[in-house]
């Protein structure tokens, strides 16, 4: 049944390649939108540009380890304290995703994503600085999930990094209530909700049968500060805030749009 709802969404999605995410309300008046280029040609090593931003470097093979298990890490690759303190079992490299994301002033974040994964398959060790206890415990008690995605974000080589975490499942089946989190602890974070409403060329608007189109990510106080299209090639929608919390939003949005199931 969820792989049925998961395919009906995509062939909306495909059907809606003339329609655009709809934005309401004044929050959103003004906001810069930017075309998503070279989603498509990510596997012949093509850059993804969108805005100020482009992909330095990508690789769908990043993760470490033995043929069934990797490691989600705390602390940046290149710090002498880095760590595996999440492993995954049952794995595939077509799960994987790295990017490297730079804007034009030299700022850059990197991405590690791992999607299409079993909660159950997820070991969460134990780690002061790592928010993914968190984002469970925002997701809902007892939380369970068998298709989501998880990526950690850091900008600027920063020793520590953004968890984003979606259950893509219930982000489909249940995208009024959904609510999935970015997070780095418990005072830092955002919030990610699903966009159902579209509007075409014209600026006409509805609202999808089911399934979501997109995202709008948000602060802890429920500013809007960034949303994402899903459709076709994808747009990627920024308010203007400082570098670093832009690249963040960036790099988030980007995760988003290209968590390895949509590749």
Same mark, same amino acid.
């Given at each position: 049944m969820t792989m049925l709802i998961l395919l009906a969404a995509r062939m909306v999605s495909i059907n809606a390649q003339s329609? *655009?995410?709809?934005?309401?309300?004044?929050?959103? /008046?003004?906001? /810069? %939108?930017? &075309?998503? /280029?070279?989603?498509?040609?990510?596997?012949? /090593?093509?850059?993804?540009t969108f805005g100020e931003y482009k992909t330095l470097d990508v690789d769908r093979s990043w993760t470490k380890g033995g043929g069934t298990t990797t490691g989600i890490t705390v602390g940046n690759p290149t710090d002498d304290f880095y760590k595996k303190v999440i492993t995954v079992d049952k794995y595939h490299k077509k799960q994987t995703l790295f990017f490297s994301l730079g804007d034009n002033e030299g700022n850059q974040s990197e991405t590690y994503s791992v999607s299409q994964l079993d909660t159950k398959d997820f070991n969460i060790g134990k780690s002061d600085v790592s928010a993914f206890n968190l984002l469970l415990d925002l997701a809902g008690p007892g939380v369970q999930s068998a298709n989501f995605?998880?990526? @950690?974000?850091?900008? +600027?080589?920063?020793?520590?990094?953004?968890?984003? *975490?979606? %259950?893509?499942?219930? $982000?489909?089946?249940? &995208?009024?209530?959904?609510? +999935?989190?970015?997070?780095?602890?418990?005072?830092?974070?955002?919030t990610i909700t699903p966009v159902t409403k579209v509007q075409n060329k014209k600026?006409? $608007?509805?609202?999808? &049968?089911? +399934?979501?189109?997109?995202?709008?990510? @948000?602060?802890?106080?429920g500013k809007a500060l960034a949303a994402v299209s899903l459709i076709d090639s994808g747009i990627i929608y920024l308010k203007e805030t400082d570098a670093k919390? @832009?690249?963040?939003? $960036?790099?988030?949005?980007?995760?988003?749009?290209? @968590? &390895?199931?949509?590749?």
């Open positions: 329609m *655009f995410i709809a934005l309401e309300g004044e929050e959103w /008046k003004g906001v /810069k %939108d930017y &075309p998503v /280029k070279g989603k498509q040609g990510l596997l012949t /090593k093509e850059k993804l995605s998880f990526s @950690r974000i850091y900008v +600027g080589g920063a020793a520590e990094g953004w968890d984003l *975490f979606i %259950d893509n499942e219930a $982000a489909v089946a249940h &995208p009024k209530k959904y609510l +999935g989190y970015l997070a780095k602890n418990e005072n830092e974070f955002y600026g006409k $608007a509805g609202i999808m &049968p089911f +399934g979501s189109v997109g995202f709008e990510i @948000r602060n802890k106080e919390e @832009r690249m963040l939003l $960036a790099s988030a949005c980007a995760a988003l749009l290209l @968590r &390895p199931e949509d590749l």
